[in-house]
Protein backbone atom coordinates (compact mmCIF):
# COMPACT_ATOMS: atom_id res chain seq x y z
CA UNK A 1 0.00 0.00 0.00
CA UNK A 2 1.17 3.78 -0.77
CA UNK A 3 0.85 6.91 2.04
CA UNK A 4 -2.56 7.61 0.21
CA UNK A 5 -3.73 4.41 0.61
CA UNK A 6 -2.80 3.79 4.40
CA UNK A 7 -4.08 7.23 5.28
CA UNK A 8 -7.67 5.90 3.55
CA UNK A 9 -8.01 2.75 5.25
CA UNK A 10 -6.84 5.20 8.68
CA UNK A 11 -10.01 7.21 7.96
CA UNK A 12 -12.26 4.44 7.14
CA UNK A 13 -15.29 4.40 9.31
CA UNK A 14 -17.43 1.78 7.38
CA UNK A 15 -17.67 -1.22 9.18
CA UNK A 16 -18.22 -3.35 5.99
CA UNK A 17 -14.96 -1.96 4.66
CA UNK A 18 -13.45 -2.85 8.13
CA UNK A 19 -14.64 -6.27 7.89
CA UNK A 20 -12.62 -6.60 4.29
CA UNK A 21 -9.53 -5.00 6.37
CA UNK A 22 -9.39 -7.34 9.33
CA UNK A 23 -10.24 -10.54 6.87
CA UNK A 24 -6.78 -9.69 5.02
CA UNK A 25 -4.94 -8.94 7.48
CA UNK A 26 -6.04 -12.59 9.61
CA UNK A 27 -5.81 -14.43 6.05
CA UNK A 28 -2.03 -12.85 6.10
CA UNK A 29 -1.25 -13.33 9.49
CA UNK A 30 -2.52 -17.05 8.77
CA UNK A 31 -0.58 -17.88 5.42
CA UNK A 32 2.85 -16.07 6.59
CA UNK A 33 3.26 -16.70 10.70
CA UNK A 34 0.61 -19.78 10.90
CA UNK A 35 -1.99 -20.24 13.44
CA UNK A 36 0.29 -20.15 16.64
CA UNK A 37 0.31 -17.63 19.30
CA UNK A 38 3.39 -17.25 20.86
CA UNK A 39 3.84 -16.48 24.85
CA UNK A 40 6.82 -14.16 25.44
CA UNK A 41 7.39 -13.80 29.46
CA UNK A 42 7.87 -10.68 30.42
CA UNK A 43 9.50 -9.74 33.29
CA UNK A 44 10.21 -6.03 34.42
CA UNK A 45 13.57 -5.89 36.00
CA UNK A 46 13.19 -2.16 37.27
CA UNK A 47 10.78 0.72 37.30
CA UNK A 48 14.03 3.35 37.27
CA UNK A 49 14.08 5.46 34.80
CA UNK A 50 16.32 8.25 34.05
CA UNK A 51 13.99 9.51 30.72
CA UNK A 52 11.32 12.66 30.84
CA UNK A 53 8.58 10.98 28.52
CA UNK A 54 5.62 13.14 29.35
CA UNK A 55 3.34 10.82 29.18
CA UNK A 56 4.92 7.49 31.38
CA UNK A 57 4.49 7.11 35.17
CA UNK A 58 7.81 5.66 35.72
CA UNK A 59 9.52 9.35 34.29
CA UNK A 60 12.79 10.82 36.18
CA UNK A 61 10.20 13.26 37.55
CA UNK A 62 7.75 11.60 39.41
CA UNK A 63 9.00 11.47 43.18
CA UNK A 64 5.91 9.31 44.51
CA UNK A 65 6.11 6.06 42.71
CA UNK A 66 8.56 3.96 44.85
CA UNK A 67 11.43 2.67 42.83
CA UNK A 68 12.66 -1.24 42.72
CA UNK A 69 15.38 -3.43 40.72
CA UNK A 70 14.61 -6.91 41.25
CA UNK A 71 17.41 -9.29 42.83
CA UNK A 72 19.40 -11.97 40.88
CA UNK A 73 17.33 -14.71 42.76
CA UNK A 74 14.03 -13.14 42.44
CA UNK A 75 15.12 -12.66 38.89
CA UNK A 76 16.13 -16.64 38.31
CA UNK A 77 13.04 -17.36 40.33
CA UNK A 78 10.89 -16.37 37.52
CA UNK A 79 12.67 -17.27 35.07
CA UNK A 80 12.12 -20.83 36.13
CA UNK A 81 8.75 -20.51 36.43
CA UNK A 82 7.97 -19.20 32.75
CA UNK A 83 9.93 -22.12 31.73
CA UNK A 84 7.82 -24.81 33.95
CA UNK A 85 4.67 -22.63 31.80
CA UNK A 86 6.33 -23.62 28.05
CA UNK A 87 6.90 -20.31 27.30
CA UNK A 88 9.50 -19.49 24.52
CA UNK A 89 11.09 -16.14 25.54
CA UNK A 90 11.63 -14.08 28.29
CA UNK A 91 11.71 -10.44 27.41
CA UNK A 92 13.60 -9.27 30.03
CA UNK A 93 12.44 -4.99 30.73
CA UNK A 94 13.11 -2.03 32.52
CA UNK A 95 12.84 2.01 32.19
CA UNK A 96 16.37 3.57 31.10
CA UNK A 97 17.72 2.65 33.99
CA UNK A 98 21.57 3.55 34.65
CA UNK A 99 21.48 1.20 37.68
CA UNK A 100 20.89 -1.28 35.64
CA UNK A 101 25.04 -2.22 35.20
CA UNK A 102 26.33 -4.06 31.96
CA UNK A 103 27.75 -6.85 32.97
CA UNK A 104 24.72 -8.23 35.33
CA UNK A 105 22.82 -8.34 32.05
CA UNK A 106 25.46 -9.81 30.87
CA UNK A 107 25.59 -12.69 33.26
CA UNK A 108 22.68 -13.11 33.42
CA UNK A 109 22.20 -13.58 29.89
CA UNK A 110 24.89 -16.42 29.60
CA UNK A 111 23.08 -17.97 32.47
CA UNK A 112 19.59 -18.05 30.85
CA UNK A 113 20.98 -19.26 27.67
CA UNK A 114 22.94 -22.19 29.62
CA UNK A 115 20.73 -23.31 32.00
CA UNK A 116 17.64 -22.60 29.79
CA UNK A 117 15.87 -23.09 25.95
CA UNK A 118 14.91 -19.87 26.18
CA UNK A 119 15.24 -16.98 23.83
CA UNK A 120 16.01 -13.65 25.52
CA UNK A 121 14.56 -10.50 24.38
CA UNK A 122 15.88 -7.19 25.91
CA UNK A 123 13.84 -4.21 26.73
CA UNK A 124 16.21 -1.38 28.69
CA UNK A 125 16.83 1.16 26.44
CA UNK A 126 19.38 3.38 24.60
CA UNK A 127 22.69 1.73 25.23
CA UNK A 128 26.47 2.11 24.02
CA UNK A 129 27.14 0.26 21.09
CA UNK A 130 29.93 -1.24 23.24
CA UNK A 131 27.49 -2.70 26.07
CA UNK A 132 24.91 -3.90 23.24
CA UNK A 133 27.36 -5.65 21.57
CA UNK A 134 28.50 -7.58 24.48
CA UNK A 135 24.91 -8.49 25.06
CA UNK A 136 24.82 -9.87 21.59
CA UNK A 137 27.94 -11.61 22.05
CA UNK A 138 26.70 -12.90 25.95
CA UNK A 139 23.51 -14.91 23.78
CA UNK A 140 20.92 -12.04 23.36
CA UNK A 141 18.52 -12.62 20.70
CA UNK A 142 16.31 -9.89 20.31
CA UNK A 143 15.84 -6.16 21.44
CA UNK A 144 12.84 -4.33 21.78
CA UNK A 145 13.11 -0.42 21.20
CA UNK A 146 9.85 2.08 20.65
CA UNK A 147 10.06 4.72 18.69
CA UNK A 148 6.50 5.62 19.34
CA UNK A 149 6.90 8.26 16.23
CA UNK A 150 8.60 8.61 13.49
CA UNK A 151 7.67 12.22 13.19
CA UNK A 152 10.76 14.64 14.51
CA UNK A 153 8.63 17.04 15.75
CA UNK A 154 5.89 14.87 17.52
CA UNK A 155 8.59 12.88 18.96
CA UNK A 156 10.77 16.04 20.68
CA UNK A 157 7.24 17.20 22.15
CA UNK A 158 6.60 13.87 24.12
CA UNK A 159 10.73 13.18 24.93
CA UNK A 160 12.17 16.35 25.70
CA UNK A 161 15.71 16.11 25.93
CA UNK A 162 16.15 12.92 23.71
CA UNK A 163 17.75 13.86 20.37
CA UNK A 164 15.92 11.97 17.15
CA UNK A 165 18.34 10.63 15.83
CA UNK A 166 19.67 8.81 19.06
CA UNK A 167 16.88 6.28 18.71
CA UNK A 168 17.38 5.70 14.95
CA UNK A 169 20.93 5.05 14.89
CA UNK A 170 20.41 2.73 18.27
CA UNK A 171 17.89 0.61 15.87
CA UNK A 172 20.56 0.60 13.05
CA UNK A 173 23.22 -0.76 15.03
CA UNK A 174 20.77 -3.35 16.80
CA UNK A 175 20.38 -4.42 13.30
CA UNK A 176 24.19 -4.23 12.50
CA UNK A 177 24.78 -6.77 15.57
CA UNK A 178 22.53 -9.36 14.56
CA UNK A 179 19.63 -9.19 16.44
CA UNK A 180 16.42 -9.60 15.60
CA UNK A 181 15.00 -5.78 16.08
CA UNK A 182 11.82 -4.77 17.23
CA UNK A 183 10.01 -0.98 17.69
CA UNK A 184 6.76 -0.04 17.36
CA UNK A 185 4.49 3.28 17.89
CA UNK A 186 1.50 4.50 20.05
CA UNK A 187 -1.61 5.91 18.54
CA UNK A 188 -3.65 9.19 19.52
CA UNK A 189 -0.60 11.07 20.70
CA UNK A 190 -1.80 14.51 21.27
CA UNK A 191 -0.78 16.33 17.73
CA UNK A 192 -0.50 13.23 15.88
CA UNK A 193 -1.78 12.87 12.24
CA UNK A 194 -3.11 10.55 10.05
CA UNK A 195 -0.35 10.98 7.58
CA UNK A 196 2.47 10.84 10.38
CA UNK A 197 0.70 7.03 11.19
CA UNK A 198 0.63 6.15 7.75
CA UNK A 199 4.41 6.74 7.43
CA UNK A 200 5.31 5.10 10.55
CA UNK A 201 3.40 1.95 9.10
CA UNK A 202 5.94 2.77 5.93
CA UNK A 203 8.86 2.72 8.13
CA UNK A 204 7.95 -0.25 9.56
CA UNK A 205 8.47 -1.95 6.26
CA UNK A 206 11.54 0.06 5.23
CA UNK A 207 13.19 -1.23 8.45
CA UNK A 208 11.79 -4.90 8.22
CA UNK A 209 11.46 -4.90 11.66
CA UNK A 210 11.29 -8.19 13.26
CA UNK A 211 8.64 -7.08 15.97
CA UNK A 212 6.36 -4.31 15.72
CA UNK A 213 4.85 -3.22 18.91
CA UNK A 214 1.51 -0.80 18.79
CA UNK A 215 -0.66 0.55 21.17
CA UNK A 216 -3.13 3.28 22.27
CA UNK A 217 -1.77 6.32 23.47
CA UNK A 218 -2.55 6.10 27.69
CA UNK A 219 -1.02 8.73 29.27
CA UNK A 220 -0.65 8.11 33.35
CA UNK A 221 -2.52 10.80 35.28
CA UNK A 222 0.90 12.09 37.11
CA UNK A 223 2.03 13.30 34.11
CA UNK A 224 2.55 16.55 31.70
CA UNK A 225 0.20 14.76 29.23
CA UNK A 226 -2.37 13.59 31.52
CA UNK A 227 -4.90 16.08 30.06
CA UNK A 228 -4.54 15.21 26.73
CA UNK A 229 -7.46 16.90 25.27
CA UNK A 230 -6.00 20.64 25.55
CA UNK A 231 -2.81 19.31 23.42
CA UNK A 232 -4.88 18.37 20.76
CA UNK A 233 -4.85 21.11 17.89
CA UNK A 234 -6.72 19.69 15.27
CA UNK A 235 -9.59 17.61 15.89
CA UNK A 236 -10.14 16.99 11.95
CA UNK A 237 -6.65 15.00 11.89
CA UNK A 238 -6.17 14.28 14.95
CA UNK A 239 -5.84 10.59 15.06
CA UNK A 240 -7.69 8.73 18.18
CA UNK A 241 -6.46 6.18 20.24
CA UNK A 242 -9.35 4.26 20.20
CA UNK A 243 -9.38 -0.09 20.05
CA UNK A 244 -10.68 0.46 16.43
CA UNK A 245 -7.84 2.34 15.48
CA UNK A 246 -4.84 0.84 17.35
CA UNK A 247 -6.11 -2.39 14.87
CA UNK A 248 -7.00 -0.35 12.05
CA UNK A 249 -2.55 -0.10 12.87
CA UNK A 250 -2.31 -3.65 13.82
CA UNK A 251 -4.32 -5.15 10.77
CA UNK A 252 -2.11 -2.39 7.99
CA UNK A 253 1.21 -2.93 9.83
CA UNK A 254 0.61 -6.95 9.35
CA UNK A 255 -0.37 -6.46 5.38
CA UNK A 256 2.62 -4.32 5.02
CA UNK A 257 4.78 -6.65 7.30
CA UNK A 258 4.12 -10.14 6.64
CA UNK A 259 6.77 -12.14 8.79
CA UNK A 260 6.93 -10.06 11.72
CA UNK A 261 5.96 -10.61 14.98
CA UNK A 262 3.55 -8.78 15.97
CA UNK A 263 2.06 -8.94 19.49
CA UNK A 264 -1.58 -8.09 21.29
CA UNK A 265 -0.25 -5.73 23.71
CA UNK A 266 -0.84 -5.26 27.12
CA UNK A 267 -2.26 -1.97 26.65
CA UNK A 268 -5.20 -2.87 24.20
CA UNK A 269 -6.19 -5.47 26.68
CA UNK A 270 -6.17 -2.37 29.05
CA UNK A 271 -8.79 -0.33 27.57
CA UNK A 272 -10.63 -3.59 26.48
CA UNK A 273 -10.36 -6.02 29.20
CA UNK A 274 -12.64 -8.98 28.20
CA UNK A 275 -12.10 -8.83 24.24
CA UNK A 276 -8.61 -6.69 23.85
CA UNK A 277 -6.44 -9.27 22.94
CA UNK A 278 -8.64 -11.85 20.82
CA UNK A 279 -9.38 -9.03 18.81
CA UNK A 280 -6.09 -8.07 18.14
CA UNK A 281 -5.41 -11.80 17.68
CA UNK A 282 -7.93 -11.85 14.82
CA UNK A 283 -6.97 -8.99 13.11
CA UNK A 284 -3.29 -10.10 12.50
CA UNK A 285 -1.43 -10.39 15.86
CA UNK A 286 0.23 -13.55 16.41
CA UNK A 287 2.25 -12.75 20.12
CA UNK A 288 1.31 -12.43 24.04
CA UNK A 289 3.10 -11.28 26.29
CA UNK A 290 1.97 -12.33 29.59
CA UNK A 291 3.49 -11.02 32.68
CA UNK A 292 5.55 -12.83 35.16
CA UNK A 293 6.55 -10.23 37.35
CA UNK A 294 5.77 -10.49 41.28
CA UNK A 295 2.38 -8.68 42.18
CA UNK A 296 4.63 -6.43 44.62
CA UNK A 297 6.79 -5.08 41.89
CA UNK A 298 4.23 -5.33 38.91
CA UNK A 299 1.93 -2.31 40.72
CA UNK A 300 5.26 -0.37 40.52
CA UNK A 301 5.81 -0.71 37.12
CA UNK A 302 3.19 2.09 37.01
CA UNK A 303 3.60 3.21 33.61
CA UNK A 304 0.27 4.15 32.86
CA UNK A 305 -3.15 3.56 34.20
CA UNK A 306 -5.90 0.97 33.94
CA UNK A 307 -3.26 -1.58 33.34
CA UNK A 308 -4.81 -5.15 32.45
CA UNK A 309 -3.30 -7.87 34.92
CA UNK A 310 -2.16 -5.85 37.33
CA UNK A 311 -3.36 -7.51 40.61
CA UNK A 312 -3.13 -10.86 39.08
CA UNK A 313 0.21 -13.70 39.68
CA UNK A 314 1.92 -15.18 36.85
CA UNK A 315 0.06 -18.46 37.20
CA UNK A 316 -3.32 -16.83 36.96
CA UNK A 317 -2.15 -14.86 34.27
CA UNK A 318 -0.92 -17.88 32.75
CA UNK A 319 -4.10 -19.70 32.74
CA UNK A 320 -5.87 -17.02 31.65
CA UNK A 321 -4.13 -16.25 28.33
CA UNK A 322 -4.34 -19.94 27.57
CA UNK A 323 -7.94 -20.20 27.40
CA UNK A 324 -8.07 -17.10 25.90
CA UNK A 325 -6.13 -17.88 22.87
CA UNK A 326 -8.01 -21.05 22.25
CA UNK A 327 -11.26 -19.73 22.68
CA UNK A 328 -11.02 -17.90 19.16
CA UNK A 329 -9.78 -21.36 17.59
CA UNK A 330 -5.49 -20.54 17.64
CA UNK A 331 -3.26 -22.60 18.96
CA UNK A 332 0.05 -22.43 21.58
CA UNK A 333 3.22 -21.81 19.70
CA UNK A 334 6.16 -23.67 20.95
CA UNK A 335 9.89 -22.83 20.82
CA UNK A 336 11.07 -19.27 20.68
CA UNK A 337 8.86 -18.37 17.66
CA UNK A 338 11.99 -16.12 16.07
CA UNK A 339 11.00 -14.52 12.66
CA UNK A 340 11.16 -16.52 10.00
CA UNK A 341 12.36 -14.50 6.67
CA UNK A 342 10.97 -15.71 3.14
CA UNK A 343 13.70 -15.22 0.95
CA UNK A 344 12.78 -14.24 -2.26
CA UNK A 345 14.55 -15.38 -5.48
CA UNK A 346 14.85 -13.40 -8.85
CA UNK A 347 14.60 -16.30 -11.75
CA UNK A 348 15.29 -13.86 -14.50
Known amino acids: ?113 GNTYLAVTLSLGERPLEVLRRWKQAGADRYLLRIETTDQALLDSIHPGRPYGSRMDTLDRLSQLGYEVGSGIMVGIPGQTYEMVAKDIQWFKDMDLDMIGIGPFIPHKDTPLSDTLSRVTSKKEQVSGTETMVNKVIALSRIACPEANIPATTALASINTKFGREKALSHGANVVMPNVTPKVYRVLYDIYPGKACISETADVCHSCIKKRIRSIGREIGSGPGSRKKVISSNLN
Not at 21 to 38: E, I, K, T
Not at 42 to 53: D, P, V, Y
Request: proline share 3%; with cysteine.
Open 1 to 113: MDLFELETWLREKNSAQLEKLWRQADHVRAHSVGNAVHLRGLLEISNHCSRECQYCGIHVGRKDLERYRMTRPEIEQCIHQLVDFGYGTVVLQAGEDPGIIPSSIEDLVTWIK
